[in-house]
């Protein structure tokens, strides 16, 4: 699989996060992703953050300064229009993914 694809799969779970929420900060997706594969996914901070900038760059997610629930100051990112389309063109190339990763593995 190209580094793309794999940046794709990282876009796919940040946004489909982002879709099932109003906000979430930072930390939050990535317990969310975790919780939600029964910890099978985990993301590296390395990974979320510029992926976070570059989505939000890209207009996909904007972010506001908020509390969280411990009264700590974090950046909460929610889904914008933009990044609701996106989301429909990544699970789209998601599932072509799945199939064709399944058409070889029929025959291997």
């Keep these: ?3 793309n694809d794999l940046q794709g799969t990282l876009d796919l779970l940040i946004l489909k996060s982002l879709a099932q929420t109003s906000s979430m900060h930072g930390y939050g ?3 969310h ?3 939600v594969s029964g910890e099978l996914l985990r993301i590296e901070e390395g990974s979320l953050y510029p ?3 570059r989505m939000e760059q890209n207009l996909w997610i904007r ?3 908020a509390l969280t629930e411990t009264n700590r100051r974090a950046k909460f990112y929610s889904l914008t229009p933009t990044g609701r389309k996106q989301l429909a063109i990544a699970e789209k190339s998601w599932e ?3 199939k064709g990763v399944q058409a070889v593995m029929r025959f291997a």
Excluded: C, G, P
Aim: net charge positive; glycine share 0%; no cysteine.
């Design 1 to 3: 699989m190209a580094k």
């Design 29 to 31: 997706i990535v317990l």
């Design 33 to 35: 992703i975790e919780k």
């Design 51 to 53: 992926a976070l900038h």
């Design 63 to 65: 972010s506001t300064w």
């Design 96 to 98: 072509q993914t799945v």
